[in-house]
């Protein structure tokens, strides 16, 4: 069965980058949607993009001029950058599979980025 | 972007209570709604899509219906393991936005 696992830094400095990656394992990247959703401490659920195993990105327009979503077919591993990060990217970030293009159907455990100097 | 809310944000039930969360769209999405399930410290599990699909693997206490701005979750016999936070999803158009979210509580 695929699964998903986060890594990446789990401290950010504030204008920095936030890096992770999420490694697919169990089922081949070069098939549906591929996704990144993150939740700040004790709120709700916000999407920010999904990269399709041909290349073809989609962004939340909230992020847009500051995300990028990228693929490794050859490591089976799909990245999230995003810049120029502020206190307000404090949160559990999770990959998750984009089932179709319409509901998520499998998650990572997520990963906790804090963003503070 | 599409606005989902949902009603109520919390409810105390008992095990063995039937319970009913309702999500409303701002707009009209069809049947392109999803359900999900979270636990404290976990992330969310996908119980439902399309409105009234029900995920492999979901028990079938757990069920969906609605369509256009008006949908709800209903578990028809609450479990002491269906205590949890719920969150509804619409996947009509980009992006995905999900409700705020309702915590069921124990009585």
């Known amino acids: 069965q695929v699964q998903l696992q986060e890594s990446g830094p789990g401290l950010v400095k504030p204008s920095e980058t936030l890096s992770l990656t999420c490694t697919v394992s169990g089922g081949s990247i070069s098939t549906s949607y591929w996704s990144w959703i993150r939740q700040p401490p004790g709120k709700g659920l916000e999407y920010i993009g999904y990269i399709y195993y041909s290349g073809r990105t989609n962004y939340n327009p909230s992020l847009k001029s500051r995300v990028t979503i990228s693929l490794d077919t050859s490591k089976n591993q799909f990245s999230l950058k995003l810049s120029s990060v502020t206190a307000a990217a404090t949160a559990i970030y999770y990959c998750?599979?984009?089932?179709?293009?319409?509901?998520?159907?499998?998650w990572g455990q997520g990963t906790m980025v804090t963003v503070s100097s | 972007d599409i606005q989902m809310t949902q009603s109520p944000s919390s409810v105390s039930a008992s095990v063995g209570d039937r319970v009913t969360i309702t999500c409303r769209a701002s707009q009209g999405i069809s049947s392109w709604l999803a359900w999900y399930q979270q636990k404290p410290g976990k992330a969310p599990k996908l119980l439902i899509y399309?409105?009234?699909s029900l995920q492999s693997g979901v028990p079938s206490r757990f069920s969906g219906s609605g369509s256009g701005t008006d949908f709800t979750l209903t578990i028809s016999s609450l479990q002491p393991e269906d205590f949890a936070t719920y969150y509804c999803?619409?996947?009509?158009?980009?992006?995905?936005?999900f409700g705020q979210g309702t915590k069921v509580e124990i009585k």
């Open positions: 998750a599979r984009l089932r179709e293009g319409d509901s998520f159907d499998i």
């Open positions: 399309t409105a009234s």
């Open positions: 999803q619409q996947a009509n158009s980009f992006p995905p936005t």
